[in-house]
């Protein structure tokens, strides 16, 4: 096995920072060997930063060191979802005592190559497309996957990924509910912040017309365009910087409150610009959001025959709409699953909406009897850790804190 031929993992990290890196990954990459000695494979492949050679690098007393987890996807072969989910759960046990010894996590998916294969576009993919390193197995598996372009990308896909980092956001309004903020604590809200903040930004730059799978060219196509407000571009960049050499102490001095405060009217007018254009609305507004969106719902992807399909079934299912708007979006409504309406209830928590009817809408698909923004954040959240992100619901145990409806 050949080590040598993986490439930079960072954008700023030294030689000793990467001859690092490639040790630790060597030696995941070893039990990764051990584990699928007996196992059809297509390929190992490292995603996320460290796949695209983009990686972020914290200097510690002195001593460059990796920032972020180690993201790899394992591409089986001949397998189904219950025996790869099996797999998974065997490798991510054996890698523990490696991840006890680096201080570095690791993100493991275990998926279908035939599936992959066949599936339709998604951001994920096509990033993983050009912004991969091939660890074991057949290194043009990945780059032969060439239907995993930018025009074929949905756009409701592009706006799950301002809502999956959006709501970061709301979960940082929870936690610092909490008086007592160690520094761990004060690390994670900034690491929330900034996952946010890039979030929003690349999804600007895919509703322009301008996305890369590279965080290099989206942090120079964003300073190049005349067209986002200037004091955006200069947050965008500032996250953009933190991502590929993260120093703590200047967000760490910042009044956590204000600076969400701030950033939250800049990231109200990005959604409302992405969903104009996602729902050819350009007057669109919170009086009329929701139902535009359910409505929209209808006819999106109408014409495909997977997304038809899962339209009818969940149209079949037996629920009625929660507002009173027009019969489209009463339908549209119905094709919806909890993942596709979740999105659409966002904005009202990421930020701070004061409108009743929209309110209305939430709490009657929450089923919160308690209406108070508190409540119904509660209530949302504990939907989205049952279809979004189930990884924050051990944030909140680790930090004593209730998704409970109060009385």
């Known amino acids: 096995m050949n080590f040598n031929n993986w490439g930079k993992f960072t954008v700023r990290g030294t030689e000793e920072v990467e001859k690092l890196i490639t040790s630790m990954v060597s030696e995941i990459a070893e039990e990764f060997e051990r584990n699928l000695k007996d196992v059809n494979y297509e390929a190992l492949a490292m995603m996320g930063g460290y796949g695209r050679g983009e990686g972020g690098v914290v200097i510690s007393d002195g001593v460059e060191k990796p920032h972020n987890n180690f993201d790899f996807v394992l591409l089986t072969n001949n397998m189904n979802d219950e025996e790869n989910t099996a797999l998974k759960k065997k490798i991510m046990g054996n890698l523990e005592p490696?991840?006890?010894k680096i201080k570095i996590g690791i993100d493991l998916s275990v998926t279908s190559a035939s599936k992959l294969k066949h599936a339709s576009c998604r951001i994920i993919w096509y990033d993983m497309r050009f912004g991969h390193k091939t660890i074991l197995g057949n290194k043009d598996f990945v780059p032969s996957l060439t239907h995993f372009t930018i025009p074929k990308i949905p756009d409701w896909d592009a706006r799950n990924l301002l809502v999956n980092r959006g709501t970061l956001m709301i979960i940082n309004d929870l936690l610092l509910e909490k008086q007592e903020l160690d520094e761990n604590f004060k690390k994670l809200i900034v690491k929330h912040i900034v996952k946010a903040i890039i979030?929003?930004?690349?999804?600007?730059?895919?509703?322009?017309?301008?996305?890369?799978?590279?965080?290099?060219?989206?942090?120079?196509?964003?300073?190049?365009?005349?067209?986002?407000?200037?004091?955006?571009?200069?947050?965008?960049d500032e996250a953009m910087n933190f991502r590929f050499q993260p120093t703590y102490d200047d967000f760490m001095?910042?009044?956590?409150?204000?600076?969400?405060?701030?950033?939250?009217?800049?990231?109200?007018r990005i959604f409302l610009f992405c969903e104009s254009k996602r729902l050819k609305k350009?007057?669109?507004?919170?009086?009329?959001?929701?139902?535009?969106?359910?409505?929209?719902?209808?006819?999106?992807?109408?014409?495909?025959?997977?997304?038809?399909?899962?339209?009818?079934?969940?149209?079949?299912?037996?629920?009625?709409?929660?507002?009173?708007?027009?019969?489209?979006s009463k339908l549209g409504f119905k094709t919806l699953d909890d993942a596709g309406v979740l999105p659409i209830l966002f904005p009202l928590f990421a930020y701070h909406l004061e409108n009743d009817y929209y309110r209305e809408i939430a709490a009657k698909f929450l089923g919160s009897q308690n209406?108070?923004?508190?409540?119904?954040?509660?209530?949302?959240?504990?939907?989205?850790?049952r279809t979004g992100d189930v990884n924050f619901i051990n944030i909140l145990t680790k930090y004593e804190i209730s998704l409970n409806a109060e009385a």
């Open 98 to 100: 490696i991840i006890n």
């Open 371 to 385: 209406r108070e923004f508190r409540n119904l954040r509660k209530a949302y959240l504990n939907y989205w850790g």
């Open 282 to 328: 350009k007057d669109l507004n919170w009086d009329n959001y929701a139902d535009t969106a359910f409505k929209f719902a209808l006819s999106d992807e109408m014409f495909k025959c997977k997304p038809f399909a899962k339209k009818v079934i969940y149209f079949l299912k037996s629920k009625s709409y929660p507002g009173h708007g027009s019969l489209g």
């Open 199 to 236: 979030g929003y930004g690349d999804t600007l730059l895919y509703f322009l017309d301008d996305y890369d799978w590279s965080y290099v060219e989206k942090q120079k196509r964003m300073r190049n365009r005349n067209d986002v407000d200037v004091e955006f571009k200069e947050i965008y």
């Open 253 to 268: 001095k910042r009044d956590f409150t204000k600076w969400m405060d701030k950033l939250r009217v800049h990231f109200e």
